[in-house]
């Protein structure tokens, strides 16, 4: 009983929420750089993975690295941190799937994650993304050390105050 208790406190200590929004949002501003550079070879990417109907492909390679580098950001900064969780968390599930879906089709194809060279899609890019996925929910279920946001708040407290 004890041994879960202190378990439960690590978990939901608010430095270990900081640590990993800081983790997570730069693995997606990472993530975000090439594709946004090479919208072109993101797309030829997407288009391996055999899910995305061809008239999608380059809409997806437009939409999706901005969304990663603005939800990167949003949790290195602390902005709406709960909402850019559950954001990433949404993109690492549809990840997931498309990974899952690629393997059990035996499509021999690059993640496409941070650039088009990469280790070929496997049981391991799953593992990680699933990992990734479990830090996300542990931002929205617990709160997060030094967000930008609620010192803004605090700092508008003072203005009206």
């Known amino acids: 009983m004890n041994g879960f208790f202190w378990i439960k406190k690590a978990v939901a200590h608010p430095v270990l929420g900081l640590l990993l929004r800081i983790y997570i949002g730069a693995i997606f501003v990472a993530a975000s750089m090439y594709k946004i ?11 391996s993975y055999q899910i995305v109907p061809f008239w999608g ?11 990663e580098l603005i939800c990167g950001l949003m949790l290195v ?11 990433a968390g949404s993109m690492l599930v549809v990840f997931c799937v498309a990974i899952v879906a ?15 060279v990469e280790d ?31 010192l ?10």
């Open 37 to 47: 550079n090479y919208p072109g070879e993101f797309a030829e990417t997407i288009a």
């Open 102 to 116: 690629t393997l059990a089709r035996g499509i021999p194809i690059g993640c496409g994650c941070f650039t088009s």
């Open 57 to 67: 492909v380059h809409l997806m390679a437009l939409i999706l690295p901005w969304t």
């Open 120 to 150: 070929p899609l496997s049981w391991k890019t799953l593992l990680r993304d699933l990992l990734w996925l479990v830090m996300t929910v542990q931002m929205v279920w617990f709160p997060s050390a030094l967000q930008l946001e609620d």
């Open 152 to 161: 803004l708040l605090l700092s508008l407290k003072e203005v009206d105050g």
């Open 77 to 87: 900064l602390g902005l709406r941190t709960r909402a850019a969780a559950v954001l």
